[in-house]
């Protein structure tokens, strides 16, 4: 059985490309024939996160409109042979996608694929509506910031009623929060609303926190995703994420500031 | 005093502040969400029906929607002026 899920967020600059590119990274890893879909038609970003954008030459919008096969398209990832990368248009409107077509296109990686990632624009446009409407999970991936929280919030409405569950009465979307760019140590000091609280607010079930950490631009600027960073904490976050994802039973992490040690203290500031 | 005002936590909790506004926000965005989307022009053509006979303003009418899995009930309210 193959699982569609969206990456979202409404608000954008929160983490949705560094999230899919992890998770996709992540199940592909373990096993799992996984692709990845850009669906921000006109500001690609998937292909360059993966360090795939020297190896474009199809895209999402000549598949929906017959000028290259599903097989064309779809890059394979160089570290790992079960992750496949499907790039956005960068210069078509972003009209060009149609519900019929991306309906079409999913079906077909349904056959094949055990996960397909859906890579959300921010905002709800067409491009955020179509990324989401065929969802079967959602990755709601939020600041603990209150602009991002309350886009959040909008998101889980339109998913809730707009999708292709919603419209069917099937069983809903499931939803998951994953709370990204985490700094315990300004939740500690009361300067930045802590799990709980945006829990609370959203009332949604955690998926994991990922910290606020340097590796994830050290990452997007070698086009390698951060899950790749084994030693890092974001990469250690994410691959928590995975596993949680699958079933395993895995604590969360990365919410309580880290103790340093007598040695580290001395040693770094 | 100043020494005393050290070891006092003077600093805001901004963190307790984004909550509070966050609550409330959300469940109002999500009532509205809930409603009919009919509910705004419903109370504006109210208000021009009352108005040809008393005298009120917008805020003196308040309209309530809500709904469980029995029933809706819309409920109206009108604050009429004190000497009529």
Redesign the interface.
Known sequence: MSRIIVVTSGKGGVGKTTTSAAMAMGFAKKGHKTAVIDFDVGLRNLDLILGCERRVVYDFVNIINGEATLNQALIKDKRCDKLFILPASQTRDKDALTLEGVGKVLNELKETFDYIICDSPAGIERGAHLAMYFADDAFIVTNP??SS??DS??ML?ILS?KSKRAENNETPIKEYLLLSRYNPKR?K??????VD?VQ???SLHLLGVIPESQAVLNASNSGIPVILDEASDAGQAYADIVNRYLGEDVPQRFINEEKKGLFGRLFKG | MSLLNYFKSTKPNSAKIAKERLQILVSHERSARSQPSYLPELQKELLDVIKKYVQVDQDDISINYESDDHQETLELNIVLPENI
């Open positions: 910031e209150v929280v309350r919030d909008r409405g009623s939740v000091l009361g300067e930045m609303l802590s609280d609370e607010i959203l």
